[in-house]
């Protein structure tokens, strides 16, 4: 269930299959975009069409295809933009919006506060957005599935470790909502994620690495 008074709306845009969010206050109707990419155009006309007022700019991480579109939004709308300060710099867009914060930094959009919760392995700078039982995952971890880790910056011992004691230490009713629609549906709580999905029921590390990553130990 999401909070009554939590704006939280699901967008499937571009080639990839990304998970795009309004993500906001339903008292104050401002919101913070979530990882603007593709297209800007569809955004910000169902953001008008909602009458949301977009006040800031989240981004999971830097890769690309979550960011391909941030520079247009912040043409249209001069709002802050906070990443991560473990990002790799090769992935931190350079705009004079961006802010960087810390891990367990509080974000406010309206009057609901958003926890940044540091989830490293797909980039160094990866991080989810958490409110009461919602969590943005960006690729951190996908419905049945986990951000791979062989680009620039992955590491796959990092998100092991992300996953079995980061994630899966959270309430088992915390409802994660991914960053790409890889999955056989578009969220699904924690606690059902440790009986269906592959990268959560490794017995060990060896395990995850060599039978998940094929990675040889």
């Known amino acids: 269930m999401v909070p009554q008074n939590l704006i939280l709306k699901q967008m499937e845009i571009g080639p990839l299959a990304n998970y795009l969010y309004f993500l906001g206050d339903a008292q104050t109707k401002e919101i913070a975009v979530i990882d603007p990419a593709w297209d800007v155009d569809f955004l910000c006309s169902e953001a008008e069409k909602e009458n949301y007022k977009i006040t800031s700019i989240f981004l999971t991480h830097g890769h690309p295809d979550h960011v391909n579109g941030l520079e247009e939004m912040l043409s249209r709308h001069d709002v802050p933009v906070y990443i991560s300060k473990h990002e790799a710099d090769f992935y931190k867009p350079q705009h004079k919006n961006m802010v960087e914060v810390e891990n367990h930094a509080k974000l406010k959009i309206g009057n609901i506060a958003f926890e940044c919760i540091l989830t490293p392995g797909h980039t160094p700078g990866c991080q989810c957005f958490k409110h009461e039982n919602i969590l943005i995952a960006g690729d951190a971890v996908f419905i049945d599935g986990c951000g791979r880790c062989d ?57 995850f690495l060599q039978h998940r990553m094929g990675i040889a130990l």
């Open 151 to 207: 680009l620039p910056g992955g590491d796959a011992k990092i998100m092991y470790d992300t996953l079995y004691n980061i994630i899966m230490k959270l309430p088992d009713e915390t409802v994660i909502y991914p960053g790409h629609n890889y999955g056989p549906k578009p969220s699904a709580t924690i606690g059902e994620q440790k009986k269906t999905n592959p990268y959560f029921t490794c017995q060990s590390k060896e395990e």
